[in-house]
């Protein structure tokens, strides 16, 4: 974990889904080694993490208020892996970057 706690892993799944507000202001001084898209075209689409862990209010009571529409798995069966959700967004970023050659 670096100083904010954040695993290399975990900040990889996050890398250009924001963007660089010292790039827009032209003063990033990180250039290729910054974790934060420069400029719109250069932005992913954030992870979905969705159903990759287990819905803490229904694994204690049986219900939750959110039903099919929780981003918690409720049972095991349910549960998508992570390398799962990171196909899925590797597949999103294909898709977006296709959008943006064709523009």
Known sequence: ANRSGTTGAVKDHFKGTQ???FFLAGAC?????CNFAHGVKAMKPPPDFSKT???EVFRSTKKC??????SFAHSK?????????????????NFAE??????
């Open 98 to 103: 296709a959008v943006k050659r064709d523009r």
């Open 65 to 70: 208020k959110n039903g099919a529409a929780c």
């Open 53 to 55: 862990r287990l819905c």
């Open 19 to 21: 963007l660089c507000k």
């Open 77 to 93: 069966d349910e549960m998508r892996t992570v390398a799962a959700a990171k196909r899925k967004q590797k597949a999103a970023t």
């Open 29 to 33: 001084r990180r250039g290729e080694g």
